[in-house]
């Protein structure tokens, strides 16, 4: 996990400085497909470590004392495992925004960008990455759902402008949740994501027609 870790870093670097990448494109998706479903598993894991504490809190027979002890460690590497995962899946998310910015960027030199969206364009079709960042909307840590909104908001708008096909994934996700009443944060993401890639149109469209107005921001 910590190999995982350092060359994630490392991307994050390169990417940053819009630097051109040498190895395959595949290889690079392999890194940056997150690893949502290990999250899931941590955080299911973590309540069950949190359970365990609760109980060793309580007066209970010695026997089951020392049984509950005995999982104490294991709770811990957990709990230290999903710490790590979390921090791997934040810098994902990261990798892929930048990344994405440099694309969209008239600054980025041309061949360090067609690799770049190369690579965006490989992790669209293969890793589902639309639902993989939808489901992080549930998830209980602000700072990640957070992440996977903007993630997500500059992931559409790069398919729009690429004019690749919006994911069936993110349509009826929005059409099943904006078509109910409700509050969740599904409802409230959905709306800033949507609200996010209009102003961005806008914002293209007015840097096309020479405007000087600054108001059509992307948020962030």
């Not at 149109?201 to 992307?218: A, E, H, P, V, Y």
């Amino acid at each position: 996990m910590k190999a995982f870790f350092e060359v994630l870093e490392q991307l994050y670097n390169k990417v940053l400085l819009g630097a051109t990448l040498e190895n395959d494109s595949h290889d690079y998706t392999f890194y940056l497909s997150p690893a949502f479903s290990d999250l899931d598993c941590a955080r299911t894991t973590s309540s069950d470590c949190s359970d365990t504490h609760e109980v060793q809190g309580k007066h209970q027979p010695s026997s089951v004392h020392l049984a509950t002890l005995s999982v104490a460690p294991l709770c811990l590497k957990r709990q230290s495992q999903m710490s790590s995962i979390r921090e791997i899946v934040l810098l994902q998310l990261t990798v892929i925004r930048v990344m994405t910015t440099r694309i969209l960027s008239v600054e980025t030199e041309l061949h360090a960008k067609e690799k770049y969206r190369d690579i965006i364009k490989i992790l669209l079709q293969s890793s589902d990455i639309d639902s993989k960042l939808t489901c992080m909307f549930q998830n209980s840590d602000k700072l990640l759902s957070h992440m996977a909104a903007k993630c997500l908001a500059l992931l559409l708008y790069f398919q729009l402008k690429e004019k690749v096909t919006l994911s069936n994934s993110w349509i009826s996700f929005c059409q099943k949740n904006l078509s109910e009443y409700s509050e969740s944060d599904k409802v409230v993401y959905s709306l800033w994501i949507l609200t996010a890639v209009i102003k961005e149109i806008f914002r293209d469209t007015c840097s096309q027609k020479g405007c000087t107005s600054g108001m059509w921001r992307f948020p962030g």
